[in-house]
């Protein structure tokens, strides 16, 4: 994930992007993606920029933007759900039991946890937690577009309902920008562009408006952690603000890589749909802070984990490709993917940062695994997290459109972490990883530390599945797939729902009573996808954000 540094290094597509709204909002004609349509009246527009003069602002004859969803639908290449031509009775009978999980799990969310965060699934109840700032409902949100595609029309509907009826952004919390982002705004916008169902926007972009105080820092990096209640109106822009922190654990006061890099797919969907290029410019971090990240010295190359939004500079040189840094990088490839190719920035970025990861930070297990270390101020951690095991498909992904030179190096480099990730499944007892694995010490792809012996549900390693099949069509990935769901339904299932496990080293494992929200956006998702025709949710219209979510790739030219 890396938005905000796309931006800093990329000011080109967000410029063509600016122009294009701004043109949009003038209404000079209808820009490519944006056209006038009787039901598309798209909120935001009343919190453009505003005269500061105390003069009576002048009468706003500008007609209000729209965003011609019809004309968005038609523009894709393939049918959202696919075509569905014959295909083997296995192939669909496993896609259907994944579709029974998926049901199973919402159905005991809705019986017991409805409007809470997440089910706990053992003793019957809801989780509210700390994360969301006083939002309800992640389940329901990041359910939404896996409901819609798995064709569960009527819960697809409940889940609807419920954000009509319930779903409530008057609320008062320190909620985490990052959280909030990929949870949430990613759901609710890929729901809107999979249905044309105008509430989903609306809420999406209500919300975004709530997340801007958080770049209110001297570089315009934001920080992590957002009150969406305490409010008033800058006068300015006329947009409510909050207050906003850094995370009390991160040191010194900073941002982190994976957070304020993992914005920016988003925010450009919420100017793409609203008109406004607020989201857009402060995702791209235009302002003081451009071009902070090309600016500031990278150790080998390597982007460490946490910096400074007040000076720009990194706090301490600990880089990872797992947890922390993670989706800076997946959204650096992501936004050039969604720019149609035309972020060139973004896509040198990512170039970059994979090649100095190749040449400090890929290894080679005494066993002939192939893993990513962890680096901390020059010394490599031989430890891979589970969070890590999603760059097996965002490195496929990458390799598709690499150089010649590179391509064939990538694949390969891909196909090898996605087995590493598969060998750290099958070395435990229950055939599910454990949080993370280390190869020191004789140990090969296995957690070493009790503390790292548990697993949540999540779904980094089945998303490299899906994406190496899809480029690949070796069956292999199909079957370490259906290994998952196996080991799923054996240790995880329970009475009431999906637990998460505290050791994944015991054949009767302890649950940990929680059912992950991202359980049913991602790990189910992926799942179900891997089992689908490749025409549905096509690599060739959409990009999925770090949540799984889907958002359209811009295939239109942003000049107007
Ligand atoms: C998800 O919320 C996202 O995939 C995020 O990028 C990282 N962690 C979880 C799932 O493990």
Redesign the pocket.
């Known amino acids: 994930p890396a938005a905000a540094e796309s931006r800093h290094a990329s000011p080109a597509a967000p410029r063509r992007l600016r122009e294009k709204l701004r043109t949009a909002a003038r209404m000079a004609g209808p820009p490519a993606r944006t056209a006038p349509s009787s039901r598309q009246q798209v909120q935001g527009s009343e919190s453009r920029a505003q005269p500061a003069s105390g003069a009576p602002p002048a009468r706003d004859t500008r007609a209000p933007f729209r965003f011609d969803y019809e004309r968005f639908r038609r523009s894709l290449r393939h049918p959202v759900r696919g075509r569905r031509p014959g295909e083997d009775p296995e192939t669909r009978a496993r896609r259907m039991k994944i579709k029974e999980m998926m049901k199973f799990a919402w159905d005991n969310y809705k019986q017991y946890a409805l409007g809470k965060n997440e089910l706990r699934p053992l003793t019957k109840n809801g989780h509210i937690g700390n994360m969301f700032g006083g939002l309800r409902g992640a389940t329901v949100i990041d359910a939404l577009d896996t409901l819609y595609i798995m064709e569960l029309e009527e819960e697809f509907q409940e889940a609807k309902q419920w954000v009509e009826k319930s779903f409530d952004l008057n609320v008062n919390g320190e909620a985490s920008l990052f959280e909030v982002n990929?949870r949430y705004i990613g759901g609710l916008l890929a729901t809107y562009y999979l249905t044309g169902e105008e509430v989903f926007k609306n809420k999406a972009l209500e919300l975004g408006k709530k997340l801007l105080p958080a770049f209110n820092t001297p570089t315009g990096i934001p920080r992590g952690v957002i009150n969406l209640g305490r409010q008033g109106t800058c006068p300015q822009q006329h947009f409510l603000y909050g207050m906003s922190w850094s995370w009390g654990w991160a040191s010194a006061g900073s941002s982190i890589l994976a957070e304020f890099g993992t914005l920016h797919l988003e925010f450009l969907h919420l100017s793409e749909l609203s008109g406004n290029p607020v989201f857009a410019e402060k995702a791209s971090n235009p302002q003081p802070g451009l071009q902070v990240l090309n600016r500031v010295e990278k150790p080998q190359g390597l982007y460490p984990n946490f910096l400074s939004p007040v000076t720009g500079s990194w706090v301490q040189h600990h880089v990872s490709i797992g947890g922390l840094g993670?989706?800076f990088y997946e959204y650096l490839i992501k936004s050039w993917l969604m720019s149609d190719k035309k972020d060139s920035e973004a896509k040198k970025m990512y170039d970059d940062a994979l090649e100095a990861i190749e040449k400090h930070l890929v290894k080679k297990s005494a066993g002939g695994l192939t893993y990513i270390a962890e680096w901390r101020g020059g010394i490599l951690d031989h430890k891979m997290g589970h969070?890590a095991c999603f760059s097996g498909g965002m490195i496929a992904l990458g390799a598709e459109h690499a150089p010649e030179e590179r391509r064939q190096r990538h694949r390969e480099l891909a196909a090898e972490i996605t087995s590493t990730c598969h060998e750290s499944y099958t070395r435990s007892d229950t055939k599910l990883g454990p949080e993370a694995f280390r190869f020191d010490a004789g140990s090969e792809a296995m957690a070493t530390r009790l503390s790292e012996r548990y697993y949540i549900l999540?779904?980094?390693v089945v998303e490299s599945y899906m994406y190496l099949w899809r480029l690949t069509h070796d069956p292999k990935y199909r079957h370490w797939g259906w290994e998952v769901v196996q080991a799923l339904e054996k240790h995880c299932r329970v009475e009431a729902g999906f637990s998460g496990i505290r050791d994944v080293y015991t054949t009767t494992p302890t649950h940990d009573n929680m059912q992950q929200s991202?359980f049913l956006a991602?790990t189910l998702k992926y799942l179900y996808l891997l089992f689908c025709e490749d025409d549905v949710l096509s690599l060739e219209d959409w990009v999925f954000n770090?949540?799984a979510h889907p958002l359209p790739i811009n295939h239109t030219d942003f000049k107007a």
Do not use: G, K, Y
């Open positions: 990929i993670d989706s969070l999540r779904p980094e991202f991602e770090t949540e």
